[in-house]
């Protein structure tokens, strides 16, 4: 009993102190609310991913604070839908808090009403305290995650395309980071090495997985995936474009690219076996983490190379946070998302090597001294000229992945020489008819 | 005389050369399971190295994975213990009344490609709200188990001898506890087959788990598949979360042997 | 009570099993039927329809389903010709009686027991094109590099190699039952003619022990043609579609796609295969027994 009225009176002063040095007015509402929340669990399905990484070892800070206890688990991003998929069908699942990729997912879900509508949440002054600063949060990112004026995630990375590359290779072949798509495919030709285990570029080539980091190249040459409703995957532009991606990856690739994903395109890269890599800029930390790299010390980053139609990588928001609408716990879900994209959180995960979506922590001091050289630059750079998607946005994203992928990886296999104009044109037609099918 | 020796010695290396490719990579994986990931990664490969326990540290610390162990034996055994219950009576009168179109039928059910059930499943576990929940994977295991064990139990009762039955039918006992009492002490070889390689069914079950499974109930194959496709790079952790999941297969396998080489090769001989 | 058990022990032994069967087999095979012939679909937009034959009409018109029926006989056909082969000889050479012939059976069992996901995961390893044993083997042996599971004409035989290494021990242990089992008076009759080793193998094993052996080929070809835990894990279909074979595609389908009646026709179209397939042998070996 003594000792039960003790941690009580802890958890109050706690509470109080939090109050008084936030100076939130809310706290005579707060403290019953806490009280109500303290004891919930919550389940959090999270995804695998630097973010998650950065804040599970601060999970607990949260649990003392709130009292709400927070279960995690976590999967690879392809097994992550289909679980949530398989879950959410079921109509009773007990997931309350889940990463969600707004490009992948989004319409899908939307459709079958399984986020949790934010918006009401983010405006009302009870739920969401003015200094939780919803007003910071990018403009680009939340309305990646907003559907027909509805809030259905809060934005929790940004991720661009951009090039990995080895500065002593660089340096000792005397070439500076390429420019342009004419100037990467002469580096990788260049520095490709294999005799002595150094090839000259990687990038994804697993059917699905290629699309996105195949995007940028996509753009660069004129191509696009949809255009009016429609897919333009076979247009002159986009064929170049998958020759082009073919070709450098054939040529100067490592071997068994066609079934990478960016989990073994890293792990090359990291190993030193690769002089390039063009993938998510979120993939840096694992380059860096002298437990995991043989070059930590080498990565040089540059902003993704233009082509013929100019400079333009993707930037978008990979991972949100939602509410599952058939969470029971949906008031202490909320806290935990809030948590989660707090500036105090969400600057931890950027210091961990994030590339988060609030403003001030691009301005903040620590973070800023902290980046990798360059980072802040091709961030500022890219965002100028960035287009806001990776794939081609749908409700069934991952069969038209499939589809357009098979080009790419064809592509690979042949060095760009199959007959890509005649693959593409198939794919187009088996996309259109996808996007007839759901309506869209 | 000397020329019988050399052929034996001969022959003893033939029997080596068909052993070794078997063993060796089971082997391997045991021996990656104590290397670090830069001592794994190196080619030429190491034989002599420091081993480390790292990998299994993080293996049952990091992932939990005693959690899963758990959940693949509660799995196991339940499925197998309840098919053994439904199926030995069942494989009895199959074999005792020739009851052939039942008999067809349960073949069919060893015959049929598991996914075949998964949409269904899969759609009637979530109307029942029973997707990961260990009675939906003990039933969906025991969909494997059950025709096996009914299979080998039928070709095992056809062997007994039917006299021994009526005898104690004269004696004034009923069928069913003739059957409890003789029928089934007599039974306990082909008992064991049965059990043992439905446990091992279970236990390797992939596809099933991958829909049926979530954090409740993930079974191992599911969890070293789960931390596989991101941690592709620790292949020391992977490596020992494939021993912990092999190894108690094969303690059980080699316990076991004669019954389970009678299992997998059951019903082939006799034609 | 006892009596009631005992004069209808005929249906009441057999009825729990009996429901059990019909309520997770047969009724899932009839609900996977219906669903094939609607156009259920997590990603369309109206409600679910029955569409008659429609799903079947796409699948066939579908290159990706003919594909994967190529691709899953390619893969069977290799693996179970290779392992008859090897376990047929692996049986000849262990059948006879030495000391440590139960460890070897032990270690023939292995292969078979151990967990197929993790086996697969340790090929992937051992496949890997930089890292991994299987081209510095090449190597040692002065053979050229593989890419392995990396392109699209060695991975099926990359997966089949697993697969061998998996089930070639279960032919061998079935062959070498099934020569225990030989009658002795025809091997007399032999070498009292002065028969040589091949001709004994090849004019009294053989055709003595064919039955045996079709047994292990239908037993091995009805689970090869249903492999996933390895394909799955290993490659999950790739590169490209190089490896969707039948099981892979309809997973795909379903639980990739999540278009249930697509993937139900698709599933439909697999148990006709393999269904058939059983039947079909079942026949040949009733007509060629007689």
């Known amino acids: 009993m003594g000792k039960m009225m003790k941690r009580g009176a802890v958890f109050a002063a706690a509470v109080t102190a939090a109050a008084v040095l936030t100076g939130c007015g809310g706290s005579a509402p707060k403290a019953p609310e806490g009280q109500k929340l303290s004891g919930q669990t919550i389940r959090f399905v999270a995804s695998n991913h630097t973010y998650t990484d950065a804040i599970k070892s601060l999970i607990p800070e949260f649990e003392k604070k709130t009292g709400i206890k927070v279960k995690m688990e976590s999967y690879f991003e392809d097994q992550l839908t289909q679980k949530l998929t398989v879950e959410l069908t079921s109509g009773s699942s007990t997931i309350d808090v889940f990463m969600t990729r707004p490009l992948q997912e989004g319409r899908l879900f939307s459709k079958n009403k399984w986020y949790e509508p934010l918006s009401p949440y983010v405006t009302d002054t009870k739920k969401t305290p003015a200094d939780w600063k919803w007003n910071d949060f990018q403009k680009s990112a939340v309305e990646a995650t907003t559907l027909n004026g509805n809030l259905y995630a809060v934005p929790i990375v940004t991720e661009w395309e951009t090039l990995f590359y080895r500065k002593d290779l660089f340096a000792q072949a005397g070439l500076q980071p390429p420019k342009t798509l004419a100037e990467l495919e002469a580096a990788a030709k260049q520095l490709n090495d294999p005799a002595n285990g150094v090839y000259g570029i990687v990038s994804r080539g697993q059917r699905g997985a290629a699309v996105t980091q195949f995007s940028s190249y996509l753009y660069a040459h004129g191509g696009d995936f949809l255009k009016g409703g429609e897919c333009v995957i076979d247009t002159p532009e986009a064929v170049k474009a998958i020759q082009y991606y073919g070709k450098i990856l054939h040529d100067y690739g490592p071997p068994g690219v066609t079934n990478m994903s960016w989990p073994q395109a890293q792990a090359l890269m990291a190993s030193g076996k690769v002089a390039m890599w063009t993938d998510a800029s979120t993939l840096l930390p694992g380059l860096l983490d002298p437990q995991k790299s043989k070059v930590a010390d080498k990565i040089g980053i540059a902003m993704f190379p233009g082509g013929s139609a100019g400079q333009h990588p993707y930037m978008v928001v990979p991972w949100a946070v939602s509410i599952s609408a058939q969470s029971k716990q949906k008031e202490a879900a909320w806290e935990f998302v809030k948590w989660l994209s707090s500036e105090e959180v969400m600057k931890k995960a950027q210091l961990a090597g994030n590339t988060t979506t609030r403003n001030a922590i691009w301005n903040d001091k620590d973070v800023l001294a902290k980046l990798h050289p360059g980072m802040a630059d091709v961030a500022k750079q890219t965002g100028a000229i960035a287009v806001p998607y990776d794939r081609p946005v749908m409700t069934a994203v991952v069969e038209a992945r499939d589809a357009i992928g098979d080009v790419i990886v064809k592509s690979i296999e042949t060095g760009g020489t199959a007959d890509i104009a005649g693959l593409a044109k198939a794919a187009v037609a088996q996309v259109n008819e996808l996007l007839a099918k759901s309506g869209e | ?271 | 009570m006892e009596r009631f058990i005992e004069r209808n022990i005929k249906w009441l032994f057999p009825l729990p099993a009996a429901v059990f069967i019909v309520s997770m087999m047969a009724f899932p095979v009839a609900y996977t039927i219906w669903v094939s012939l609607t156009d259920w679909s997590m990603t369309s937009s109206s409600a679910v329809q029955f569409v008659g034959l429609k799903n079947y009409i796409a699948l066939f018109n579908d290159p990706r389903f003919f594909n994967a029926v190529k691709l899953t006989l390619y893969f069977t056909g290799l693996a179970v010709s290779v392992e008859t082969v090897l376990g047929v000889g692996i049986a000849l050479i262990l059948n006879r009686e030495f000391k440590g012939k139960n460890f070897v059976k032990g270690i023939l069992l292995l292969p078979m027991v151990a967990t197929p996901v993790a086996i697969g995961l340790a090929w992937t390893l051992f496949y890997e094109p930089t890292i991994g044993l299987g081209n510095y083997a090449l190597q040692l042996l002065g053979l050229p590099a593989s890419k392995w599971l990396a392109s699209n004409t060695s991975v099926i035989p990359a997966l089949a190699i697993v697969d061998i290494w998996e089930w070639t021990p279960m032919v061998a242990l079935i062959v070498l039952a099934g020569l225990a089992a030989l009658p002795h008076d025809p091997y007399e009759a032999a070498m009292v003619d002065g028969a040589n080793t091949w001709q004994v193998f090849r004019y009294i094993t053989l055709p003595l022990l064919s039955p045996t052996i079709l047994v292990a080929v239908v037993l091995r070809g009805i689970d090869a043609f249903k492999t996933f835990d390895i394909i799955y894990t290993m490659t999950a279909g790739g590169p490209g579609f190089a490896s969707e074979t039948l099981n892979i595609y309809a997973y795909n389908l379903g639980f990739g796609y999540f278009k249930f009646g697509a993937a139900s026709s698709a599933l439909v179209a697999l148990l006709a295969l393999v269904l058939g397939g059983s039947l079909l042998v079942l026949w040949m070996r009733r007509t060629w027994e007689q």
């Open chain 2, 1 to 271: 005389m000397k020329q019988k020796k050399h052929m034996d010695y001969l022959w003893y290396g033939l029997v080596l050369l068909v052993a070794i490719p078997f063993i060796f990579p089971l082997a391997w994986i045991v021996l990656a399971s104590f290397k670090t990931q830069a001592q794994i990664v190196t080619t030429p490969p190491l034989w002599v190295f420091t081993p480390t326990l790292e990998n299994y540290q993080s293996v049952f610390v990091d992932q939990q994975f005693g959690k899963f162990l758990w959940n693949s034996s509660v799995i196991a055994v339940g499925s197998t213990l309840l098919s053994l219950i439904i199926g030995l009576p069942a494989a009895y009168t199959i074999s005792r009344y020739k009851q052939k179109v039942l008999g067809v039928f349960i073949l069919l059910a060893r015959l049929m490609p598991g996914i075949a059930y998964l949409i269904p499943w899969f759609i009637l576990f979530t109307k029942l709200g029973m997707v990961d929940t260990y009675t939906a994977l003990i039933a969906s295991h025991m969909l494997v188990g059950l025709p096996f064990i009914v299979w080998i139990m039928v070709n095992y009762f056809d062997g007994l001898p039917h006299e021994l039955v009526e005898a104690a039918q004269v004696d004034g006992c009923t069928l069913q506890s003739a059957f409890l009492k003789i029928v089934l002490p007599l039974s306990v070889p082909g008992i064991l087959t049965a059990s043992t390689l439905s446990f091992l069914f279970s236990w390797n079950n992939f596809m099933f788990s991958l829909v049926l499974s979530s954090d409740r109930t993930k079974t191992l194959p599911i969890a070293i598949y789960n931390f596989v496709s991101y941690a592709e790079v620790s292949w020391g952790s992977v490596m020992a979360a494939a021993v912990v999941i092999i190894l108690p297969a094969i303690v059980l396998t080699m316990a076991f042997q004669r019954y389970v080489i009678k299992g997998l090769t059951a019903g082939a001989v006799k034609g």
